[in-house]
Protein backbone atom coordinates (compact mmCIF):
# COMPACT_ATOMS: atom_id res chain seq x y z
CA UNK A 1 0.00 0.00 0.00
CA UNK A 2 1.57 3.08 -0.93
CA UNK A 3 1.02 6.24 1.58
CA UNK A 4 2.91 8.80 0.10
CA UNK A 5 3.59 10.21 -3.61
CA UNK A 6 6.62 11.81 -1.97
CA UNK A 7 9.66 10.60 0.15
CA UNK A 8 9.00 10.89 3.57
CA UNK A 9 11.27 13.77 4.31
CA UNK A 10 9.95 16.24 1.85
CA UNK A 11 6.27 15.25 3.37
CA UNK A 12 7.25 16.13 6.79
CA UNK A 13 8.43 19.51 6.06
CA UNK A 14 5.41 20.04 4.14
CA UNK A 15 3.44 19.20 7.14
CA UNK A 16 5.09 21.63 8.98
CA UNK A 17 5.06 24.13 6.47
CA UNK A 18 1.17 24.11 6.70
CA UNK A 19 0.75 23.87 10.39
CA UNK A 20 3.00 27.24 10.43
CA UNK A 21 0.91 28.72 7.33
CA UNK A 22 -2.22 27.83 9.40
CA UNK A 23 -0.88 29.11 12.23
CA UNK A 24 -0.10 32.24 10.42
CA UNK A 25 -3.39 32.53 8.29
CA UNK A 26 -1.16 32.67 5.23
CA UNK A 27 -2.08 31.01 1.87
CA UNK A 28 0.01 30.14 -0.80
CA UNK A 29 -0.14 30.08 -4.53
CA UNK A 30 2.20 27.89 -6.94
CA UNK A 31 3.35 28.96 -10.85
CA UNK A 32 4.89 25.80 -11.75
CA UNK A 33 6.60 24.99 -14.87
CA UNK A 34 9.18 22.11 -15.09
CA UNK A 35 7.79 20.39 -11.83
CA UNK A 36 4.56 20.01 -13.48
CA UNK A 37 2.58 21.06 -10.42
CA UNK A 38 4.51 18.42 -7.89
CA UNK A 39 4.66 21.36 -5.29
CA UNK A 40 0.92 21.79 -4.96
CA UNK A 41 0.90 18.21 -4.90
CA UNK A 42 3.05 17.82 -2.29
CA UNK A 43 0.94 20.57 0.39
CA UNK A 44 -1.90 18.62 -1.20
CA UNK A 45 -0.01 15.84 0.24
CA UNK A 46 -0.91 17.39 3.73
CA UNK A 47 -4.81 16.84 5.49
CA UNK A 48 -5.77 20.45 6.19
CA UNK A 49 -3.43 22.08 2.95
CA UNK A 50 -7.10 23.52 2.04
CA UNK A 51 -6.63 26.18 4.46
CA UNK A 52 -2.89 26.97 3.02
CA UNK A 53 -2.90 26.34 -1.13
CA UNK A 54 -5.02 28.65 -2.33
CA UNK A 55 -4.44 27.77 -5.77
CA UNK A 56 -1.85 26.38 -8.70
CA UNK A 57 -0.65 27.29 -11.86
CA UNK A 58 0.61 25.07 -14.27
CA UNK A 59 2.27 27.00 -16.92
CA UNK A 60 4.80 24.11 -18.73
CA UNK A 61 4.27 26.51 -22.38
CA UNK A 62 5.18 30.05 -22.98
CA UNK A 63 1.90 30.78 -23.93
CA UNK A 64 0.26 29.76 -20.80
CA UNK A 65 2.96 31.84 -18.81
CA UNK A 66 1.47 34.77 -20.42
CA UNK A 67 -2.18 33.67 -20.36
CA UNK A 68 -2.41 32.67 -17.06
CA UNK A 69 0.28 34.70 -15.36
CA UNK A 70 0.51 37.50 -17.19
CA UNK A 71 4.39 37.30 -18.13
CA UNK A 72 5.13 39.78 -20.42
CA UNK A 73 5.80 38.12 -24.00
CA UNK A 74 8.84 40.13 -25.12
CA UNK A 75 10.12 39.07 -21.39
CA UNK A 76 9.88 35.18 -22.64
CA UNK A 77 11.43 36.58 -26.21
CA UNK A 78 14.45 38.34 -24.72
CA UNK A 79 15.40 35.85 -21.97
CA UNK A 80 13.63 32.42 -23.04
CA UNK A 81 11.26 30.98 -20.14
CA UNK A 82 14.29 29.68 -17.88
CA UNK A 83 14.86 33.02 -16.56
CA UNK A 84 15.47 35.27 -13.60
CA UNK A 85 12.54 37.91 -15.31
CA UNK A 86 10.65 35.56 -16.15
CA UNK A 87 10.75 33.00 -13.00
CA UNK A 88 9.98 36.50 -10.87
CA UNK A 89 7.24 37.87 -13.08
CA UNK A 90 5.35 33.88 -12.82
CA UNK A 91 5.56 34.73 -8.84
CA UNK A 92 4.71 38.46 -9.49
CA UNK A 93 1.45 36.87 -11.44
CA UNK A 94 0.66 33.98 -9.22
CA UNK A 95 0.48 36.73 -6.20
CA UNK A 96 -1.47 39.08 -8.44
CA UNK A 97 -4.03 36.32 -9.80
CA UNK A 98 -4.92 34.81 -6.35
CA UNK A 99 -5.83 35.24 -2.94
CA UNK A 100 -2.54 33.69 -1.81
CA UNK A 101 -0.17 35.96 1.00
CA UNK A 102 3.41 33.73 -0.85
CA UNK A 103 3.32 32.67 -4.13
CA UNK A 104 6.12 30.33 -5.25
CA UNK A 105 7.11 30.56 -8.83
CA UNK A 106 9.73 27.71 -10.59
CA UNK A 107 10.98 27.42 -14.10
CA UNK A 108 13.90 25.08 -15.22
CA UNK A 109 15.05 22.29 -17.81
CA UNK A 110 14.71 18.70 -16.04
CA UNK A 111 15.85 17.09 -19.03
CA UNK A 112 17.22 14.88 -20.03
CA UNK A 113 17.37 16.81 -23.63
CA UNK A 114 16.89 20.72 -23.89
CA UNK A 115 20.01 22.19 -22.35
CA UNK A 116 22.29 24.00 -24.19
CA UNK A 117 26.16 25.78 -22.99
CA UNK A 118 23.86 28.62 -21.50
CA UNK A 119 21.09 26.90 -20.13
CA UNK A 120 22.39 23.15 -19.08
CA UNK A 121 19.92 20.33 -18.33
CA UNK A 122 19.42 20.99 -14.62
CA UNK A 123 19.19 24.62 -14.14
CA UNK A 124 16.25 25.50 -12.69
CA UNK A 125 15.14 29.47 -11.53
CA UNK A 126 12.84 30.05 -8.23
CA UNK A 127 11.52 33.48 -7.09
CA UNK A 128 8.80 33.66 -3.94
CA UNK A 129 6.71 36.68 -4.05
CA UNK A 130 5.15 38.31 -0.98
CA UNK A 131 2.25 40.81 -0.32
CA UNK A 132 4.38 44.12 -0.29
CA UNK A 133 6.23 43.48 -3.51
CA UNK A 134 8.93 41.27 -2.33
CA UNK A 135 10.23 38.93 -4.34
CA UNK A 136 13.16 36.35 -4.00
CA UNK A 137 15.53 34.94 -6.87
CA UNK A 138 17.52 31.73 -6.37
CA UNK A 139 19.18 30.39 -9.20
CA UNK A 140 20.50 26.37 -8.83
CA UNK A 141 22.28 24.26 -10.77
CA UNK A 142 21.46 20.62 -9.96
CA UNK A 143 23.38 18.91 -12.86
CA UNK A 144 22.11 16.24 -15.48
CA UNK A 145 21.01 14.04 -12.73
CA UNK A 146 18.08 12.65 -14.58
CA UNK A 147 14.38 14.59 -14.78
CA UNK A 148 13.28 12.84 -12.13
CA UNK A 149 16.09 13.62 -9.68
CA UNK A 150 16.24 17.34 -10.77
CA UNK A 151 12.57 17.38 -10.30
CA UNK A 152 12.81 16.55 -6.88
CA UNK A 153 15.28 18.71 -6.00
CA UNK A 154 13.35 21.25 -7.39
CA UNK A 155 10.58 20.68 -5.03
CA UNK A 156 13.32 20.81 -1.52
CA UNK A 157 14.18 24.02 -3.05
CA UNK A 158 11.18 24.91 -3.55
CA UNK A 159 10.17 24.23 0.13
CA UNK A 160 13.50 25.93 1.47
CA UNK A 161 11.58 29.45 -0.02
CA UNK A 162 8.11 28.89 1.24
CA UNK A 163 10.04 27.56 4.80
CA UNK A 164 11.78 30.77 4.81
CA UNK A 165 8.81 33.15 3.73
CA UNK A 166 6.11 31.66 6.52
CA UNK A 167 8.86 31.91 9.01
CA UNK A 168 9.53 35.47 8.16
CA UNK A 169 7.97 38.33 10.29
CA UNK A 170 4.45 39.53 8.20
CA UNK A 171 4.49 42.60 6.16
CA UNK A 172 3.07 45.94 7.80
Known amino acids: MVTSLFPDALETR??????AATERGLRIATAES??????AGLLTEIAGSSAVLERGFITY??????ELLGV????????GAVSEPVVRAMAEGALARSRGHIAVAVTGIAGPGGGSAEKPVGL?????????????????RFGDIGRSAVRLATLDQALKL???????????
Open 14 to 19: AAALVK
Open 34 to 39: CTGGLI
Open 61 to 66: SNHAKA
Open 72 to 79: PKDLLLAH
Open 124 to 140: VHFALAREGGIVLHVER
Open 162 to 172: LEQAVAAPLLA
